[in-house]
């Protein structure tokens, strides 16, 4: 899959795409098929497919369903390549409004380049059921794929776990969302009785909000908070000025840490159809027995089984000095 989202990369940058039949059949459509799709089956990718037939005419681009009796899996929804941005409240609106008789799992929303997933059986405000937004023509392509095979291929679609994972992912942004709110209504708490440490004030607003945290992701929270702002606060002491710089290295070292490929003589192992497949990190690959060296989980899998997949969801790693097994995207 790398190779064709690396050449739809260099049609968007060559603007080929120049309207939404473009979008729909030279790129989704392309996509789809490499996910397992059987686009050929108008059953299966539903083209125009009307959302309530006993109430209006109001037709969602693409359709996909497992079967023909299961209730749809996902709406996608289209525009000319750009054209997300322009109006994302009105469209959001019609995305809700998509889901209000047949609720597809997920609903999509792309212009090709910028794509939007929402996961729609979640309560609350469409919008804010968004949780993953990438972008084609910027980021990792390896994490661009990883996303399409997480939560669009039609496997991991069946089994459930990409509903599972986009449970996840929603709520950690929900969790996001409400440190962000509890920030600026803790440093009020702080200044009242009882006087409260501000990670203890976060920490008494997030939980009544319904999320659990410990003092200590609190106390992360707040660091991170203080070392993106630091340019904006008019005095800090050298030595906090320090200690701030160097939690920083430290947490961006961690956050590079944790990318492919993890340390070297890494062993590696991934079970498929009965078979175990064995491997090692060496000088940054992935060396299969019998397969050769690959330099990523997915191109790897890839090989072995003739699909495309997310390669960090298949293999299981014992990091060096340890003899227990993780899976890969546990490390990650």
């Known amino acids: 899959m790398e190779n064709i989202l690396q050449d ?4 968007l940058e060559g603007n080929f795409y120049q309207n939404e039949e473009h979008v729909r059949l030279s790129l ?8 397992g ?3 050929w089956n108008p059953k299966k990718v539903y083209p125009e497919f009307t959302v309530a037939p006993n109430e209006d005419y109001t037709k969602v681009d693409i359709a996909l369903f497992l079967n023909q009796f299961a209730p749809p899996s996902v709406f996608i929804e289209i525009k000319t390549v750009g054209k997300v941005d322009t109006d994302l409240k009105r469209i959001e609106r019609q995305l809700r409004d998509y889901n209000r008789n047949n609720t597809a799992t997920f609903t999509i929303l792309t212009d090709g380049r910028k794509w939007r997933f929402y996961y729609s059986q979640t309560g609350g405000e469409f919008s804010r ?19 399409f095979l997480t939560f669009l291929s039609r496997e991991e679609i069946e089994s459930d776990r990409a509903k599972e994972e986009a449970q996840s992912y929603l709520q950690l942004n929900q969790k996001q969302r409400a440190l ?6 803790a440093k009020k708490m702080t200044m009242e009785a009882p006087f409260p440490s501000l990670p203890e004030a976060i920490v008494k607003i997030v939980n009544s909000a319904g999320f659990y945290i410990s003092k200590e992701e609190a106390a992360k929270f707040i660091e991170k908070n203080i070392v993106e702002k630091s340019d904006a606060t008019p005095t800090i002491n050298k030595s906090a000025s320090s200690k701030s710089s160097a939690t920083k290295t430290q947490d961006t070292t961690k956050s590079n840490s944790n990318t492919f490929p993890p340390p070297n ?27 050769g060296e690959f330099t990523s989980f997915s191109s790897a899998s890839k090989e072995i089984t003739q699909t495309s997949r997310n390669g960090w969801r298949d293999w299981e790693l014992s990091l060096p000095g340890r003899n227990d097994w993780i899976l890969a995207d546990e490390w990650r």
């Open 8 to 11: 739809i990369r260099a049609k």
């Open 28 to 35: 989704i459509s392309r996509i789809l098929l490499e996910l």
């Open 37 to 39: 799709w059987d686009i």
């Open 129 to 147: 059921k968004c949780f993953k937004a990438i972008d084609l023509l910027e980021g990792d392509l390896e994490e661009i794929e990883n996303s």
């Open 180 to 185: 962000e709110d509890a920030f600026p209504k």
């Open 265 to 291: 003589n890494t062993e590696c192992r991934f079970e498929y159809k009965g078979d175990q497949f064995n491997g090692v990190i060496r000088n940054g690959k992935l060396f299969v027995n019998g397969y």
